[in-house]
């Protein structure tokens, strides 16, 4: 793998769009954080968050799983290509914009430093589950599902250690543990594998995994098992 480098940072604040009158679905109300814009110069990453962001929906967003939402940089042609809008750092409301990290080539557990010298330690917890918010940020109701179907989702750091952290920096693999379980292969299991019972238990037993995928995945295998 070639090196890794954090390319870009973005940190918004939670807001209100659209009217409460409106009838489109574009233009009702809504409160996101998905508006990210780019922070300059050196910024504090925290258990929870990169300094001065914020989530809207604490219940599916945020805590220390999710600490920083990360977009690889090599999706963007593609997007743009093949949406004809205009697509940088933070579109898909990432904090961290990298490059030479995928889906392909990054797995759940791995631990990277970002500075060859920095103290900000994170780990990969799970991939990112694209939403509704996405959808209505580019205002195309599948959008949500053509990110999943392209298998580009991005994932998300726990931190590890905190540190200050600056666009630019070199990420550094510093330990894998779980190398069958790129972002790539459980993306595969949550979207597509819904009745692959070993599968499912495979990825559930993976120490890194989060705990929102886990419970889902114990959810799932509960009701195959004639659960609730």
């Not at 579109?91 to 900000?120: H, P, Q």
């Not at 994170?122 to 209505?136: F, G, H």
């Not at 495979?202 to 989060?210: G, I």
Request: proline share 4%; with cysteine; glycine share 10%.
């Amino acid at each position: 793998m070639s090196e890794a480098r954090l390319v870009s940072i973005q940190a918004g604040k939670a807001r209100r769009y659209g009217s409460p009158d409106a009838t489109d679905y574009f233009e009702q109300e809504w409160r996101t954080a998905i508006f990210k814009e780019p922070v300059t110069g050196t910024v504090w990453l925290g258990k929870t968050n990169v300094e001065g962001d914020q989530q809207a929906n604490l219940q599916v967003h945020g805590g220390v799983d999710k600490a920083v939402n990360v977009y690889p940089s090599e999706h963007y042609a593609g997007w743009r290509s093949e949406l004809q809008l205009e697509m940088s750092g933070g579109a898909f409301g990432e904090n961290f914009t990298t490059a030479g990290l995928t889906e392909a080539n990054v797995c759940i557990g791995d631990i990277y430093r970002l500075g060859r010298l920095g103290k900000a330690i994170v780990q990969v917890s799970q991939p990112r589950q694209p939403c509704a918010k996405l959808a209505r940020r580019w205002r195309m109701k599948d959008f949500a599902a053509r990110v999943i179907e392209a298998g580009k989702t991005g994932w998300y750091f726990r931190v590890l250690q905190e540190g200050a952290v600056e666009a630019g920096m070199a990420i550094e693999l510093l330990e894998r543990t779980q190398p069958q379980w790129t972002i790539a292969a459980a993306n595969e299991v949550i979207y597509h594998g819904r009745r692959d019972a070993e599968a499912m238990h495979a990825l559930a037993a993976c120490p890194p995994l989060s705990t929102a995928w886990r419970d889902d995945l114990n959810g799932r295998l509960a009701r195959l098992n004639g659960g609730a």
